[in-house]
């Protein structure tokens, strides 16, 4: 009888992380632990990152890092604005090869991002929430909520 | 000093050398790309220079003897009946972006296609520097891409838009791409949604092709535009009012119906004659760009002041639907010409019939009705490059865009035009 319940709670357990494991592989948006910005809509990321208008709430010049790792990148756009990545290529093309708008800065994973954001007082980025774990960003939106 | 000879100058003058400061505003840019190499680069802007190319390989073949299908009205060659055609679509660009300052960088952008005489030459294709001091303000000057009408900020970029080429009743029209000016774009928050109002001016440049062989070249345009964009979450609309403005030019066409001395000739031969002559046009549209659904709506009317200008009302609707690295689409497109036919008043006589039937192709060589209805695929099989295929069906009363070389013309018409392209833009 013992024995029947240790092999349910060892069964169950996994279930018990579940919400936790979800909530890490959130993703979310960050900024300057100095900033002032406490939040953003998910307009105001869009006309960041889409190079519509980016223009920080307090005025200043947003500066976007995009992250050259595939699957949060795409994570990130389909949570966004529901694109796919040649969506988001063939939006990019548009608006380079007119002179209108230029691509975010693309760092190459999210440690480098993060470290971006922290000595950047205007920077803004994403990641997965798991990955938040210095004091130097703070988390402005969550994409999923 | 300077300032003050300038004032001395009589207005007329200095009239003159405002085309003069235009004409080398695309030099100025490339000068700026130049001054780009001695800058420095910070933290978050990575490389000063950015290379970039685009490009598209398409085939095209419709079926219609004595028809030649071209994808706008400077396009010398048109896509023949029983000919695989590659110099409707395909295109090579260069382009290269210089930073100068954190406000200030250059762009100059080349592109090798089929030109107006038929010919695979390359031309600069934009040569502008933006400077752009704030978020709510951006100034561009040199050569600069026309963008005037929804979707159309890059129409030499394929791999940009869903179909193979963007459709022609509307777009082709357009017989140029670019102007040499400058530009101002005014954007700041609305609601939850960004407005943008855009200005622009400068000279026009553009070139039409006619189906007897010969290019009109028109070098002394003058545009002016304003549009007002409003953008929200996967929404884009926009109103545009254009005018173009040419000063002056004879018409051989006029000038023979002036010497025949009928009074209704002479009056024609001064409509034809008419200088300077005004185009405007108007446009509003709005396009949805989300997934799975794409869908664009957008309604244009022009019109002249002058006899044989053009005068249309044209609209596209455009669906399309994601499926994976499949987005099948339909296109709806036409243009209906509203222009009206004077008469000469010439009696018909032999002596006088070569004359008249100048004149009316002299009246009606720009005027388009014509309606497409096309479907087409698309497939980005890989990051940055993609392949379509699209089939058209196309009706048309009378075209200045599809070149007609059956004799007599038909009148109403209609063909199928097959298409294949490859595009891609890194």
Known sequence: MHGARLTLLTLFLPLLWLPHAARAQDVVIIVNASSHIRSLTRNQVIDIFMGRFRQLPSGATALPIDVADTALRQTFYARLVHKSLPEIGSYWARLVFSGEASPPFQAPDTRTALKLVATNPDAIAYCYRSDVTGRGVRIVLDLER | MRERDELRRPRAVRFRILPRVISRLPTLALLLIFAATTAHADALSGSRFTLGAFGTLGAVYQNARGLAYRRNISQGHGARAGELDLGTDSLLGLQVTGDITSDL??????????????????????????????????????????????????????????????????????????????????????????????????????????????????????????????????????????????????????????????????????????????????????????????????????????????????????????????????????????????????????????????????????????????????????????????????????????????????????????????????
């Open chain 2, 105 to 426: 960088d250059a762009q100059v952008q080349g592109i090798v296609r089929r030109n107006s005489e038929g010919v695979w030459r390359p031309e600069l294709a934009r040569a502008f520097a933006r400077f752009q001091p704030s978020q709510a303000v951006m100034v561009r000057a040199g050569r600069i891409g026309l963008g005037v009408f929804l979707l159309a900020d890059a129409l030499d970029v394929g791999y940009s838009y869903l179909t193979i080429r963007p459709p022609v009743e509307v777009y082709g029209m357009l017989a140029s791409d670019e102007f040499d000016g400058a530009d101002a774009t005014l954007s700041r928050r609305l609601g939850d949604g960004v407005g943008r109002i855009r200005v622009l001016g400068g000279r026009l440049p553009f070139e039409t092709a006619l189906a007897d062989g010969t290019v009109t070249t028109t070098d002394n345009a003058r545009i002016f535009g304003i549009t007002a964009d409003y953008l929200y979450g996967n929404w884009q609309t926009r109103a545009a009012l254009l005018d173009i403005h040419v000063p002056g030019g004879s018409d051989p066409v006029a000038a023979a119906l002036a010497q025949t001395g009928f009074p209704q000739a002479v009056a024609l031969a001064g409509r034809l004659n008419r200088s300077p002559e005004n185009s405007y046009g108007a446009e509003i549209g709005a396009t949805y760009d989300g997934d799975p659904l794409e869908a664009a709506l957008v309604l244009v009317h022009l019109n002249s002041d002058y006899v044989n200008g053009p005068k249309f009302n044209s609209a596209f609707a455009l669906l399309g639907w994601r499926i994976a690295q499949l987005t099948p689409y339909t296109t709806f497109a036409m243009t209906d010409s509203f222009a009206t036919t004077e008469a000469t008043g010439l009696p018909p006589l032999p002596v006088f019939e070569p004359l008249i039937a100048a004149a009316q192709e002299d009246e009606t060589a720009l005027q388009t009705t014509q309606r497409d209805f096309a479907l087409g695929i698309r497939y980005d099989f890989a990051p940055h490059v993609d392949i379509k295929a699209q089939i058209d069906r196309v009706w048309l009363h009378q075209s200045g865009l599809i070149f007609d070389y059956n004799v007599p013309p038909p009148g109403h018409t209609s063909l199928t035009v097959f298409g294949v392209a490859l595009d891609f833009a890194f």
